[in-house]
């Protein structure tokens, strides 16, 4: 009997995004306890032991939010993975959620990973999930991030401040956004 491995839930031209499973656990860690990547969330790193965060990722895993979910970015050619994406804040009566994506190995920064990996999760969550709107709040100074997002449907829509920091509001409309062709 063969055990199947984590369930794949969008596949793009670079990335596969896969459901979240223990063996993420390590990564995970590493990349929430960077100070440069909790900056480019306007976050302070993780202080929690690694054994704490195991059990809080094992619980997330064993009863998941129905308003949130995270998925694992793997490189399709290699199987690395490589980061994280999450919609959060789902309302299914609104039919809207909020994109966050983290590229945590910085071997995949500036080579179209996380375009690819925005592009590849606004379809899931346009098809699968029937939203028609989403949005995401990048930080003003991080241009890479809103080059990716436009280059990705998104599209600005006012400078908003937020917990002494301040953003670029944007946001994705079904109807607007250029989708894949089927295989």
């Known amino acids: 009997m063969t055990v199947a491995g984590p369930r794949v839930v969008a ?6 995004l896969r459901e979240k499973h223990l063996d993420d656990a390590e990564h995970d860690f590493s990349w929430r306890r960077d100070p440069e990547l909790a900056s480019y969330d306007a ?10 965060f195991v059990a809080s990722l094992r619980e997330e895993l064993e009863y998941p939010a129905d308003h949130r979910r995270t998925f694992a970015i793997d490189d399709r050619a290699t199987g690395t993975h490589i980061g994280n994406v999450m919609y959060y804040g789902y309302d299914r009566r609104t039919r809207q959620a909020e994109l966050g994506i983290t590229i945590g190995d910085r071997d995949y920064w500036s080579r179209g990973f996380g375009t690819d990996t925005v592009r590849t ?9 029937g939203l028609d709107r989403v949005i995401l709040h990048t930080l003003t100074w991080n241009y890479r991030a809103q080059a990716c997002f436009e280059q990705s449907g998104f599209e600005r829509v006012k400078q908003v401040r937020r917990g002494g920091y301040d953003f670029i509001f944007m946001e994705a409309w079904a109807e607007h956004v250029d989708r894949p062709a089927a295989d």
Do not use: N, Q
């Open 11 to 16: 596949t793009g031209r670079l990335v596969r």
């Open 43 to 52: 976050a302070r790193p993780i202080t929690m032991s690694y054994r704490s």
């Open 121 to 129: 999760m606004l379809d899931y969550l346009f098809t699968e999930l």
